[in-house]
Nanobody, 120 residues
Framework: QVQLVESGGGLVQPGGSLRLSCAASGSIRTIYDMGWHRQAPGKQRELVATITRGGSTNYADSVKGRFTISRDNAKNTVYLQMNSLKPEDTAVYYC??????????????WGQGTQVTVSS
């Protein structure tokens, strides 16, 4: 089994910054793609950003130039640096990871989510 634990959410004023972290632990041989998604009240979950094991990134148009995804493969951790936050960024943020376990099962895991609220 693999667990993903997010941290770093909270309340921030418009224009402020937050840094989310997501650490994976458990039966991990290799982690391929990692990413962040978010879900606002009454809306569907949407992609925010993804990063490959080699460091290639992809962003939703709504966050390009404001958010930066990165990862530390040695720590099995993915980060999301969020700058110039807007009220419309308010959502529960979820990390996910494409994991190859020690017994060669490849499964996508999700974290429990962390709340980000942007409000004055």
């Amino acid at each position: 089994q693999v667990q993903l634990v997010e941290s770093g959410g909270g309340l921030v004023q418009p224009g402020g910054s937050l840094r989310l972290s997501c650490a994976a632990s458990g039966s991990i041989r290799t982690i391929y793609d990692m990413g962040w998604h978010r879900q606002a009240p009454g809306k569907q979950r949407e992609l925010v950003a993804t990063i490959t094991r080699g460091g290639s990134t992809n962003y939703a148009d709504s966050v390009k130039g404001r958010f930066t995804i990165s990862r530390d493969n040695a720590k099995n951790t993915v980060y999301l640096q969020m700058n110039s936050l807007k009220p419309e960024d308010t959502a529960v943020y979820y990390c996910n990871a494409d994991v190859l376990s020690w017994n060669y099962y490849r499964i996508e895991y999700w974290g429990q989510g962390t709340q980000v609220t942007v409000s004055s």
